[in-house]
């Protein structure tokens, strides 16, 4: 499985950015996608997820302000991000849980983005 993600860049406080991220490989089954983040010298934290059911969680710091959606025909999911802030100056990275089965069992792996850099000037 490979995680393509795009659409980070540098933008002013207050502004938007939206980020994408497309899984491909063969005969993916998927459970949950979503985004993490980590800023320079700080621990990577969650900042979104949606399963294959469209059940979402937020970060409680950008509840109101982003909004992850999904495509699951196209194995993507997109973060809309706006009002954004100069503290949330990090990589971002998406994630795809991959459902592994042998037909008996179902476990899922966690595949990584790239991870792309969100700029934000004060």
């Known amino acids: 499985v490979q995680l393509q993600a795009c659409g980070g860049g540098l933008v002013r406080a207050g502004e938007s950015l939206r980020l994408s991220c497309a899984a491909s490989g063969s005969s993916l089954r998927i459970n949950a996608m979503g985004w993490y983040r980590q800023a320079p010298g700080k621990q990577r934290e969650l900042v979104a997820s949606?399963?294959?059911?469209?059940?979402?969680e937020y970060a409680d710091s950008v509840k109101g302000r982003f909004t992850i959606s999904r495509d699951n025909a196209k194995n993507t999911v997109y973060l809309q991000m706006n009002s954004l802030k100069p503290e949330e100056i990090a990589v971002y990275y998406c994630y795809a849980d991959v459902v592994v089965s042998n037909g008996i069992t179902r476990t899922y792996v966690r595949s990584w983005g790239q991870g792309t850099q969100v700029t934000v000037s004060s």
């Open positions: 949606i399963t294959s059911a469209g059940s979402i």
